[in-house]
């Protein structure tokens, strides 16, 4: 789907993933879940590109279901998959602690999971080899993608930011629709290491210049920073 030009995105509001085109090829954030795989071929199609044309994928985090098809483009296609030093263990397999569920409603839950599992989500490959980014790191991708970190929903949790599209990728730093109780609107999302300080980092996003929010759970936001980040603490106080 193209969310506007050189901005596309792949998956739904249930599980999403992006590209971020230029004339210099396409950066990948986050990789969704494995059927995705499907989807991102059918978008290159639509944008005339190949796989050849991906430079690079930016995880926002180390969680399985933004891994997706992050390993085979590394292994069968060569492409870098970046990632913040402190969530590289994470996405290579390595231990998430246990998180409290919170509300939830049958339906939604079961929806997620009935998607994740058409999407291959049991099948997700860990990560072998990445390359370990840093907070403030500018990296040398289409759009000139620059990691703000976030900790919070992990350790190394971050914001990719791309002046050149005006977004900023969030990946679970927040969500637009609880994968736990199908409410929509931006919000804090589940499965949260360390709530109070996912909450603390959203400092950091309200003073970005950009127009787009783009979650890896929920609707695009379009609009200020600061009134999305508003919106997730009223959410968090409700």
């Known amino acids: 789907m193209r969310l506007a ?8 509001d249930i599980v999403a993933a992006y590209l971020v085109e230029t004339t210099d090829g396409i950066t990948v954030i986050d990789a969704g879940l494995p059927g995705h795989w499907h989807d ?9 590109r190949e796989l050849s044309d991906i430079r690079g994928v930016i995880l926002t ?8 098809f992050a390993e085979r483009l590394r292994s069968e296609h060569g492409v870098p998959v970046y990632i913040h030093a402190a969530d590289a263990e994470r996405a290579k397999g390595g231990p998430k602690p246990p998180t409290p569920m919170g509300r939830k409603r049958l339906g939604a839950l079961v929806g997620f999971f009935a998607y994740a599992a058409r ?4 099948r997700t490959r860990h990560l072998t080899e990445v390359v370990e980014v840093t907070d403030g790191q500018v990296l040398l991708l289409p759009g000139e993608p620059q990691i703000v970190a976030l900790p919070g929903h992990s350790p190394g949790s971050v914001a990719v930011f791309v002046p050149a599209v005006r977004a900023a990728f969030v990946g679970d730093a927040l969500t637009t629709r609880s994968v736990l109780t199908g409410e929509v609107g931006p919000q804090p999302a589940p499965f949260t290491d360390e709530p109070a300080e996912a909450l603390a980092s959203l400092d950091r996003l309200a ?3 950009v127009e787009w929010i783009l ?3 929920g609707a695009p936001w379009r609009g200020r920073p600061a009134d999305a980040v508003a919106a997730v603490r009223a959410a968090a106080s409700a």
Not at 5 to 12: A, D, E, M, S, T
Not at 40 to 48: D, N, P, Q, S, V
Not at 61 to 68: E, W
């Open 119 to 122: 999407k291959g989500g049991a």
């Open 40 to 48: 991102l071929l059918r978008e290159l199609r639509a944008m005339g």
């Open 61 to 68: 985090h180390g969680d399985s279901d933004h891994l997706g």
């Open 207 to 209: 003073r970005l210049d």
């Open 215 to 217: 979650p890896g759970h």
């Open 5 to 12: 030009p050189q901005l596309h995105r792949i998956g739904n």
